[in-house]
Nanobody, 120 residues
């Protein structure tokens, strides 16, 4: 059974940093894509960042160099380092694991999400 579990969310002041983790079990992460999405009430889920099995990356336009996506296949875990956080980054962040690259929205396995709240 494949499981995807996010952690690392919390409350941080504007300008601060957080690192989210995405632990995958039940399947090897080595040949899969990790993608991070975020969602706020009343808005569609949007892609934050993704990293392919070979290390190619993709970022949402709003990231503007503030976030870094990475992976550790040995730990079967993906990461999202978020720096220079803004109040508009407040959202529930979801991890998605899929076999596709480029990223296809709606495919793969999803975690339950972790709340990130940025206070101004």
């Amino acid at each position: 059974q494949v499981q995807v579990v996010e952690s690392g969310g919390g409350l941080v002041q504007a300008g601060g940093s957080l690192r989210l983790s995405c632990a995958v079990s039940g399947v090897s992460l080595r040949f899969n894509t990790i993608a991070w999405y975020r969602q706020t009430p009343g808005k569609q889920r949007e892609l934050v960042a993704g990293i392919s099995s070979s290390g190619m990356t993709e970022y949402g336009a709003f990231v503007k160099g503030r976030f870094t996506v990475s992976r550790d296949n040995a730990k079967n875990t993906g990461y999202l380092q978020m720096n220079s956080l803004k109040s508009e980054d407040t959202a529930v962040y979801h991890c998605n694991m899929q076999a596709s690259w480029p990223i296809s929205t709606g495919l793969g396995y999803w975690g339950q999400g972790t709340q990130v709240t940025v206070s101004s």
